[in-house]
Structures are given as structure tokens and as C-alpha cells.
């Protein structure tokens, strides 16, 4: 007896539901809300998106109570849509995710291009400056500090006293601070 008095308030809920009757949508949204939003709670576990999501069904319903084909029973028909709401939010969601995530990569991949680009034209500033250096002078920088050599094996190799080196380091890096000062030696 209860599931069938259950059935006839269905169907009149969902006639005055189509007939467009605020009054029996406002016994349709009150009898059921709490159990969606249960239910939807315990999908999303997220309160504000529980209720977001439930009157978003609600209000889906009310917007399309003339054209409603509901075979199962309201009960069901609205926790299915409840359902299918939870799973469009989270497909909007990691398509949203998918987007910030490509947006993130390509902002990266850009300031490395550009921060690649300037290394370049530094590197380049700094090469120039460097054949700019008197010879023995250019010889002992790039023994120094390219070829990571100590100042004793630069005068050895070079033929030259250690004081000697340690002038022609001075020297180097007064003149790239003032030429390439995009490096700091």
C-alpha cells in the first residue's frame, strides 16, 4: 500500500511539476533536496558543491517541466541526474585542470626560450669582450677561468711569474665588469 500511495504522490508531483505549478515544484524541492544533497555529499564530500550541484538539478527541472520523460520513478530520475551532474562537474574540472596544466607548461617553455635567447646574446657580449683583451691577457683569462687552471700551472704554462697572472686576472675582469657586466666573475 505505502509503495503505491508513494508512486500516485510521484506522478502528482510530477504533473503539477509540468503543468507548471510553483506550489507542487516547492513539495517536489523540499521532499528531496535533503536526500540529494546527502547523496551528492557523499560523492564530492564538499558541502558548497553538494548544494551547487542539487540546485542546479532543481533548477534544470523546473526549467524543462514541460518537456519531462520520466520513465523510473522521480526518486530515481533525480538521483540520476544528480549523479550525472556530479560526473559533468568533474569532467569540467580536469578539463579545466588539462588547461591550467598547458597553460603552466607553455609559460615555462616561454621564460626559458627567453631567458635561453638571453644567455645567448650575454654569452655573445661576453665573447666579443673577451677577443677584445690584449693577447697574453685573453690567453691567462681563458686558462683561468675555462680551463679551471690554478694560477701556478697558468705561470707555467705560459712562461710567466704567478704575480704576472694575478695582474692579468685583475686586469680581465676590470675590463669584462665594465664591457659584459651581464656576468659577475
Given at each position: 500500500?505505502?509503495?503505491?500511495?508513494?508512486?500516485?504522490i510521484?506522478k502528482?508531483l510530477?504533473?503539477?511539476?509540468?503543468?507548471?505549478?510553483q506550489?507542487?515544484?516547492?513539495?517536489?524541492?523540499?521532499?528531496?533536496?535533503?536526500?540529494?544533497?546527502?547523496?551528492?555529499?557523499?560523492?564530492?564530500?564538499?558541502?558548497v558543491?553538494?548544494?551547487?550541484?542539487v540546485?542546479n538539478?532543481?533548477l534544470?527541472?523546473?526549467?524543462?517541466?514541460?518537456?519531462?520523460q520520466i520513465?523510473?520513478?522521480?526518486?530515481?530520475y533525480?538521483?540520476r541526474?544528480?549523479?550525472n551532474?556530479f560526473?559533468?562537474?568533474?569532467?569540467?574540472?580536469?578539463?579545466?585542470?588539462?588547461?591550467?596544466?598547458?597553460l603552466?607548461w607553455?609559460s615555462?617553455l616561454?621564460?626559458?626560450?627567453?631567458e635561453?635567447?638571453q644567455?645567448?646574446?650575454?654569452?655573445?657580449?661576453?665573447?666579443?669582450?673577451?677577443e677584445?683583451?690584449p693577447k697574453?691577457c685573453?690567453?691567462?683569462?681563458?686558462?683561468?677561468?675555462?680551463e679551471?687552471?690554478k694560477?701556478?700551472?697558468?705561470?707555467?704554462?705560459l712562461?710567466?711569474?704567478t704575480?704576472?697572472?694575478?695582474v692579468?686576472?685583475?686586469k680581465a675582469?676590470?675590463?669584462?665588469?665594465a664591457?659584459?657586466?651581464?656576468?659577475?666573475?
Open positions: 500500500m505505502m509503495k503505491n500511495s508513494t508512486i500516485y510521484e502528482l510530477i504533473q503539477e511539476l509540468k503543468d507548471g505549478n506550489n507542487g515544484y516547492k513539495t517536489l524541492f523540499d521532499q528531496y533536496y535533503f536526500w540529494l544533497y546527502n547523496y551528492v555529499y557523499k560523492l564530492s564530500n564538499d558541502p558543491l553538494s548544494e551547487d550541484l540546485q538539478v532543481m534544470k527541472l523546473w526549467e524543462k517541466k514541460s518537456s519531462l520513465t523510473t520513478s522521480l526518486k530515481n533525480l538521483f541526474a544528480c549523479y551532474e560526473l559533468m562537474h568533474l569532467r569540467q574540472q580536469k578539463k579545466e585542470y588539462s588547461t591550467l596544466e598547458a603552466k607553455e615555462i616561454e621564460i626559458y626560450t627567453e635561453e635567447n644567455f645567448e646574446t650575454d654569452w655573445l657580449k661576453l665573447e666579443k669582450a673577451i677584445k683583451l697574453k685573453r690567453e691567462v683569462f681563458k686558462l683561468s677561468r675555462f679551471q687552471k694560477h701556478k700551472e697558468i705561470a707555467n704554462i712562461g710567466i711569474s704575480k704576472t697572472v694575478e692579468h686576472i685583475s675582469l676590470r675590463f669584462l665588469k664591457n659584459a657586466s651581464i656576468f659577475f666573475f
